[in-house]
Each structure stands twice: as structure tokens, then as C-alpha cells.
């Protein structure tokens, strides 16, 4: 609708359809008061980047003719007539007088700071022409070049601006080479941020007629950070002085508002031309750079978050891991299929052992057997299936013991949190102080698992609560962004309050650092940015700040320490529990059926009658067995007594007849 309007305020101006386009367009034969040479030279100088260009044609067509020929033959690159395509950043307009060419200024998109202008007046243009006020150039470059003379805009990071009167085509503006901004001072913003920004002390100082924080950046320490030291070397460069202001309020970067309007932050303050420069990590996104202008990023970083570290454990079920679910439920099946086969075998095959026959005695057996403590002497006609069980009882047993003592004898710990999908299924939350994000630029909305992310969101109202309420409890992981491999927390944090964290294995985002400057502003820290990076100075300032500013803290975050401490441990209760359960759990059972043999014997009698019965008879069984010993034993008496008795009368018979 807009470029509609404009192309109907511009009809009115200038031609929207040429009426003989054979008579323009045919080769003239006047010769050009601009030489091909210094046309050409004008055309290099005034469109350093643009790649395609706009041309405005004023009515008096045939007085232009011959130039326009002569920009067409030499423009290297596509051209449109008569139309605004705001892709096209270059503006050719050309005519008699300069009142045609002030009205059709008016229509050019000049407050984009890389648009570039040339106007050719064929004739003599005055010094109080209207073409040299300023305010119709905005940020844009321009040239004039008239019969009388040439002028060339000075450039846009310089206030006030002015034209400049030079001696030929080769003094026009060309590319930045040198950038001088004279000593001009510029009005800053950032905020307290590790490690782009440590400037925390603040004064009070009237700007434009309010007053106004501002940091006072006297010292070293103050004057630390990364971009802070990035800021100072594009300030010795483009040789400007500096104030920097405190943000106020909750927004770093402001809030887009209804899609077409910005709320809060550096964003807002750009926007409203009340700081030329902002920096502190600003992320480059499509909002931000919709509503200004965003420099060259000079870094990009990645989004992570730290968890909580696994804790030792000690499971009740410790007896069971040496083997997988999978595993034991192989040996119970295969318990079941052996005793199913002894016990039909035993059924069927009248020399197989009897003891078979019952299922319950037939599982009892092989789990003894199994575990090495049922050895019966009758394995007749079941060798072989008995022998089978016992060898592979003997290799299931020793690799169970084996790994059951390596368990049990290390730590072990709790699984760790590594990827996205882990970190929900381990109902974590995590948070920041400040305002709710804008999620697009966090998280891929695309992806199944971060986009659940925001639904794990906690807002953060104090300090306080951020650290014993949500840090100390375990539940709840800290934001933050990876630095040349070293995590910084989002929030200013204690580096105790780290301690009992690791960081994530999965990155759950990234994006890019720039600095938000006004439109003139662009070019010049574009080209400053470029060269820090290429030198290396913004590598050797981030090497350097965050060697001398990282904690001890924040690099143990990236170590393991899970399973690797090498330590044994004492048994104790809990890993053992299961056996222990079960020992009970089997007594109790024993107990429940010897009752029941008992309630069953005893028919309408007491179970205490009935053990009162069995103590009796337990006590005329023993009398019983006492008397058959007494008994044996005076029969042994009698018999040692009548041997003795015997022996003596041999000998005394003996001893008579040797006489």
C-alpha cells in the first residue's frame, strides 16, 4: 500500500511511462559536458555497495538524454525507472533544475544508513539551494554534481552534517579507509553482565535535561568484560569519547508489543535515538534486527543448562543387577520348562526317581540345585538332565557372584541428565530472574522435546528465592550460555550455589552477539568489528577475561565425577535388603504352613492341645528310647561280666592240671 502510494506521489513528479521510448533510447548525438571518464569514476564513488539502482527521470526528458545514456552505458549492474524497490539501496536522479530533484528526494528512503544517493543537475545550482539542506539526506550518502561545481555529503557518523565543496571527481567519498569521528561523544547503554560487562558503580548526571545513571568506569576492574574492552578499542579507533548510561527497568533487550511497536530495554532506547551505541550480548535475532540496526556478530554462543549432579544410591534391589530383566526372566522360564519336563518325565517313566512327582518338590530341587546347596545321592535315570542343570547353574552362579561384588563394593549413582529428553523426563524446572522469554528465540518450537521447555518455565521474583527455594532443593537446572567452553549462569549467582551441578551434554540453542547502534553508526563498527576479529584482539580479550575472571566453580561444572572416585565401599542393610526380605518372607511362609499342618491335624481341638499331644508323645518317645538304651546296657553289663567270669575259670583249669 505504501509503495502504491509512493509511486503515485512520485507519478506526479516525475514520468511513470516514457511516451518515445525509441527517441530516448536511440544513441544522441550531443556530446556529454561529463567526460566517460569521470563518469565513471562518479559511479564507482557513489555506489560502493548497492547492486542495483533506482532511476528518477525528471519531465524535461530530452535535456537529461545524453547523461542518461552515459550513466546506463556505464553502470555495471541492474536498474529500475520510476519505481522504489527497497532492495535496490542506490538512487540515481537526474534532471534540469533542482526543484525537480527536491521534490522527488522526498519519496527516497533516505534514513536507511546504506542507501546511497547520486543527483546530477544539468545546469548551475546556487548555494542556496534547497538541495543542500541535510535533513533531506537522513542517514544516506550523496553526491551532487551540477555544471557549477560538485559537492559530496560528509559522512553520516559526523554531526552536524554539511556538504563539501571539492575540486574534482577523485575527492568525492569514497570507501572507509580512515574512520574519524573527531572526538564526538557518543551516548552509550549496557548493564552488568559476566563476562561482556562487570560495571556495577554508577553516578547521577543530567543528559539532554533528565538525570540519568551512568556508570563510572574509573578503574580497571570496572572498565572489564569482553565487549567492554572491545567497546574501548573501537572507541580508540574511531576516535570518539564515551558516557555510558545505566538500562533501567526489568526488559535487557525490551519486548516486541502487537507485532509493530517495541517496549522496554536497549532496544527501545536505540529506537529513540537516546543512546548511538548498546551492548552487553545482544542477541542478533529477527526481531531485534527488524526494529534496528544490528552490527556484525562477532561471536556466537550456545545455550545450556546446568543439572543436577547424580547422587550416590543404594538400591533395595541391589541383588538383582548383575543380571538384565531379560536375563532373569530367561532363568525363570527356563526353571519352569525343566521342572514341567522332570515332573512329566517322573509321571511317565516308572524307573525315573519318585521325588518328581510333585511339582512344588520338582522346582524346590532345581532351584537348590541351581544355586549349589541340593545335592540327593538317587539321580538314577536323570543323570545326564540333572548333570546339565548343575554345569549351567555353576557358569549363571559364578558370573552373578562376580558382578555382584563389583557392584556392590563401588558407588553407585544416580543416571545422568545429558540430553533434552531427559532432563523432562527427569520433571525438571528451570528459570531466571526477569521477564518471561521470548521463546522463538531460545528454542527450536519445531523440535518435539524443546518445545516443551517453556512449559518447565519458573519466574523468578528475588534472589532469595531463586537460590535456597529452587537451587538447594535439586529439582530445578540453571540457564546459562557457553563461552569459549566455560559455562556462565544467565543470573549473577554465588559459585557455591554451583556446586552440587554439572553441565548438560546437549545444547538446547545458540546465537550470535552484536552491538545495536544507530543507522550512521552501522558502516563504521561493522568495519571496526571486522577488523578486531580478524586481528584476533576479540579473541585475545575473550582468552583474557574469562582466564582471569572464571572460578574454579564454574570450570568444575564441566568434570565428572560419577563412578570415577575408584572407592569401595561397606556393605550395608540396604543393597542387601532383598536377600534379607526374602529370608523373612520365607520363614513367615514356613510359619503360615506349619500352623496350617497344625489347624489341620488338629481337627475340632485346640493347636495348643495339639502341641501339648506332641510334646508328650515327644517325651514318651524319648523315655521309650531311654529305657531301650538302660536295657542295652546292663545286657552289655551282663555279657562283659559272665566273659570275665569264664576267663578266670579257664585259667584257674589251667593252672590245676599244670600241677
Known sequence: MKVNLMFGV?????????TDRKNIMKKPQAESWISTENFTTLVKKSFLYSKCCNIFLSESVYDVEVLFHQFINIYPHEYILHKIIYDCQGYFLLGPTDKEIEKAMRVVPSSISTTEILVIINGDLKNTSKLFNVSLYGNSNANIVSRSGIWTLSENYLEPRFFLKVNSYDDLMSEFNMINLRGRELKVCTFYQPPFSYLKETTTKIINGVETEVFLADNDNEKDGIEVKMFLVMA???????????LEGNYRYGRRV????????????IREKKVDLAFGSIWLTQNHNEFVNMSMPWIQMQLDFLVPRPQPITNFWALTRPFSVDCWILVICMLFVKSIYMYTRARLDPKFPKRFRSFFGTITELIGRLVGTWVPRNTTNARFELHLWQTT???????YCSSLAARLTSSEYEARIDTVRQFLEANLSWGHMGPVPYWPDYFDMDDPYTSQLPSRYTPVRDREAYIHTLIKKGQFA???????????PEDDIFNEDVKGYRLMKEKVGNYYSSFAVQPWLLRPIDTVTLWIKESGIARFHLNDVIHRRTSLTLREVLKEYDGLNGNFTVLGLTPLGAGFTALIIGLLTSTMIFFYELKQA????????????????RKISKLSVYKKKSRREVELMDYDSSDKSFDSFAIKSASYSKY
Open 478 to 488: 540453571i540457564f546459562g550460555k557457553i563461552i569459549d567452553s566455560i559455562f556462565f
Open 10 to 18: 512520485l507519478s506526479l513528479i516525475v514520468i511513470p511511462v516514457l
Open 602 to 617: 488338629a481337627d475340632s481341638r485346640s493347636i495348643r492341645e495339639v502341641i501339648r499331644d506332641i510334646q508328650r508323645k
Open 236 to 246: 580508540e579507533k574511531l576516535n570518539f569519547t564515551w558516557t555510558i548510561r545505566k
Open 393 to 399: 547353574a555353576f557358569l549363571l552362579v559364578t558370573a
Open 258 to 269: 502487537n507485532g509493530t511497536s517495541w517496549s522496554g530495554g536497549v532496544i527501545q532506547l
